[in-house]
């Protein structure tokens, strides 16, 4: 939507609007916010608002919020009287540039460039959550709320009015879901974003898991997005669509047995480089335990069916052609996770190279021919940090930040006496 400054302040003074929450997000996409009151909101708009940014890295020193007028939301399970809304926020340094750790911006900026290149892209994303639980005190237990399978209806399925209620906070607040079910797993379940461009995809998965676990407490549950809770059961993945298309057409077409050289080149770029940004797509030790079990990938390949496969291409029935990569996991900062893939494929058109379209397409031959995904966080990590492609992705500021992050996990991890009570003391309440 697209306001002006004047506007905002009408429909906040109109609306009865007395708190706004000026939001953004730490290195591992965990969303963080700043309260203030309406009549901060002008200065807000004209400098930023200034906060201490120790949350976002160790050592950061002050920055300031400036909010993206175009992404104002009311949150609809708060009071009618005395409403809140939020911002999306770019992180600006004191003296008004843009700070260089910056995910969301940096996200926009490659963007730009891409539509400069004559790209247009969608991202879209279906995100798998549990439901819990309470104890008497009103802590979250590791029971499941029901014990319903793929698909499952009431009453196998329990979980379908808190799911019902997430789509229709999410559809309040314009962040389009389009479909909801019940997963595998016991009380697991998925919600599915429509596509749109990868800035508002992005701000849509973030938002996302915080409307999730406040519809969740409103029904006396707790909501999980930790990626294997329950270590007999299947793990909550972050399936991600792309669509790109190139001067109006779209590289995937529509038939994947006479796709475009593009497409495939941009698969094959993407498989290149998955191994090297995986501790970017699977950032915790508990990441690893869900890969390769149930329907998660193992291995670096791609299919047309809907299996167990790193990278899907669906076929394109109603629907725009696009491909899935299904490796990730809703621990992700999704505005570097879209980054890193992006370019990863665009990387791949660039150089001309459909090789691993070719080599790497999943067919009754055993799974070993493949190139496994990393088995453990340090593997990922260790990949990431040899990777030149990281390097001239990401910031400096990010990569250090992020990898001092993942540096402190491995080694919690690894002298950890019970390190399945690490996981849940690290992850389970705060994922």
Known sequence: MSFSPKEILKFVEENDVKFIRLTFCDMFGNLKNVAIMPNELPRAFEYGIPFDASCIAEGCSDLLLVPDISTLSVLPWRPKSGRVVRFFCSLKNTDGSDYVGDMRTELTNYINQLRLDGYSCEMGTKCEFYLFELDERGEPTKIPHDKGGY????????????????CLSLEEMGMSPKSSCHKHGPAQNEIEFRESEPITAADNMVHYKTVVKSIAAQNGLFASFMPKPLPDEHGSALSISISLKKGGDNIFGNDINAMPHEGKCFISGVLSKIREITA???????????????????????????????IRVPKPVGITPR???RSADA??????????????????IQKNDSSLFESAMHSDTAD??????????????????????????????????????????????????????FEEESYFKFV
Do not use: M
């Open 151 to 166: 698909l499952d209806v009431a009453p196998l399925d329990k979980c379908e009015n808190a799911r019902r209620e997430i």
């Open 280 to 310: 970017f797509l699977n950032c915790t030790t508990n990441s690893y335990k869900r890969l390769g079990i149930g329907y998660a990938p193992k291995y670096v390949n791609w299919s047309a069916e809907n299996c167990s496969q790193l």
């Open 323 to 325: 491909i899935e990569i």
């Open 331 to 348: 621990c992700c900062n999704p505005y570097i996770t879209f980054k890193l893939i992006l370019a990863a494929g665009i990387g791949g």
């Open 368 to 421: 070993s021919v493949f190139q496994p995904l990393p088995s453990s966080l340090e593997e990922a990590a260790a990949a990431a940090k040899a990777s030149d492609f990281v390097k001239q992705t990401l910031s400096p500021e990010i990569r250090s930040n992020i990898f001092a992050q993942l540096d402190r996990q491995i080694h919690d991890y690894s002298e950890a006496n019970d390190k399945e009570k």
